[in-house]
């Protein structure tokens, strides 16, 4: 994971709230100086979670002061009775601090449809507060785990207008992780000032770039976010695209938020490989996510590359099917890294079933596909399916 910078102007606490387990803590508060802007962008699942509801209403007030996370407990599928929940939450975070309760966002993950405990949760915020400190951030990354099996975090420093500005992200996710906001939440902040209407632009396109080519299992979750924090300590100000600096800022937020988007689709539950799908050539680029996310999502396609077997013929059944207007399937090539399996719509004639299956036993394979209509492409990171996600999941809630 690396050594994780501070942010100025954001500290971090953690405690054990004793949601679902006692191991380690499953509460996280950071708090944010008051010249801060925050932008967030939330899951498209219909049946959002109540803490979604709840901060995306705070959000709408100005910035906030707090944000507050617990993992064990989705608090998802229970009406009102969540929504009361979330707010007592911030509520009680916000007398214990001075400030009003739409000054905090709530995030929870964990088990969809039982009463989030929020006792348990208001008797730990006063040790969250105590401990709150800029250099907890790999704390935070440990108490937002549910079924991952690793912390996931990223650090890095970028030259914006002559400073020195630092980038800082968490993650968690490893199942039920699908694009569109997937069950994944990522914070990431940096010490810089960026106008809220640009922060929130600037968070929307990196997603779009990162956590939203990702997938595991094709499902979206209830609780899904991720949050971009500027704290605007640091003396530079991007107030929109033009501003010295911003392209080479953007650049490393995109860099940020992929690495942390990778880190979720390695530790997918019960992940031994991971597979890149890479659709070229395609008459635009919604064919070629639509391709791409169609062999991610195909259950033979992802145990073959389980069992390290050639059986080509799944990735060509599962391109077939995609749902895109037009496919000339003599047109198409497809690569297993450096092999070409398919050339033309039929197997390639050099092709060999030795050659295959020394590239499916890789860890990291890269599926690419020629479709020859286009000049749009696309890219796509999931993983494979093995008996290990079948387990994780059957026993989740024992």
Known sequence: ?????????????????????????????????????????????????????????????ASPCYVLINSGNANAGLGKAGVDAAERC?????????????????????????????????LSLPEAIKDL???????AASAILTTDTREKAYSCEV??????????????????????????LAYIATDI????????????????YSFNRITVDGDTSTNDAVVLIASGVLEVVLENRDSPGYADFFTALVETCQFLAKEIVRDGEGATKLIRIQVEKAASTEDAKELAY??????????????????????????????????????????????????????????????????????????RLDLEQGDASAEVLSCDLSYD?????AEYRT
């Open 1 to 61: 994971m690396g050594r994780l910078l501070p942010v100025p102007g954001v500290r971090i606490g953690t405690a054990c709230a004793g949601i679902k387990q006692y191991e380690r803590d499953d509460i996280v508060v950071i708090e944010l100086v008051k010249t801060a802007s925050v932008a967030a962008v939330f899951t498209q699942n219909k049946f959002c979670a109540a803490p979604v509801i709840v901060a995306q209403s705070h959000l709408q007030d």
């Open 90 to 122: 911030c509520n009680a975070l916000a007398g214990e601090l001075g400030v009003t309760g739409r000054a905090v966002l709530p995030f929870s993950t964990g088990v969809i449809g039982e009463p989030l405990p929020a006792d348990k949760i208001i």
């Open 133 to 139: 400190n800029g250099n907890h951030w790999s704390k």
């Open 159 to 184: 030259m914006v207008a002559a400073k020195k500005a630092v980038i800082t992200g968490v993650a968690k996710g490893s199942g039920m992780i699908r694009p569109d906001m997937a069950t994944m």
């Open 193 to 208: 000032s960026i106008d809220k209407g640009l922060l929130h632009e600037m968070l929307k396109e990196a997603v779009e």
């Open 294 to 367: 169609t062999i991610a999502h195909s259950p033979l396609v992802k145990t073959t590359f389980f069992a390290s077997d050639p059986n080509w013929g799944r990735i060509l059944a599962a391109a077939g099917r995609a749902n895109i207007e037009r496919l000339e399937v003599d047109k198409i090539n497809i690569h297993l890294d450096e092999i070409c399996i398919v050339r033309g719509g039929v197997k390639a004639k050099d092709y060999t079933e030795a050659a295959g299956q020394r590239v499916l036993s890789r860890k990291e394979i890269t599926v």
């Open 389 to 393: 996600y079948v387990k994780i999941n």
